[in-house]
């Protein structure tokens, strides 16, 4: 939405000739991608753990995790 609402800002500036306007709105346009770049960071993160997880729990169930290979079986 702040981007949005900045590109608005920007051209309203740009039409009335009110260069803060102008400025304002390209300041609310970068902080709405830094929020999206944070955001999107965050899920790569979600998404890295997750993997490590199913891969964790893959590698023990076909023993390679652990000493499942080392002890003999009773």
Request: proline fraction near 1%; aromatic fraction near 2%.
């Amino acid at each position: 939405m702040d981007k949005a609402e900045g590109r608005m800002k920007e051209a309203y500036g740009a039409l009335v000739g009110d260069e803060a306007k102008k400025a304002e709105g390209r300041a609310l346009q970068r902080k709405a991608e830094a929020e999206a770049e944070a955001e999107q960071r965050g899920r790569t993160r979600r998404a890295e753990a997750e993997a490590k997880k199913a891969e964790q729990e893959r590698d023990q169930q076909e023993g390679k995790g652990g000493l499942g290979n080392i002890l003999p079986k009773l």
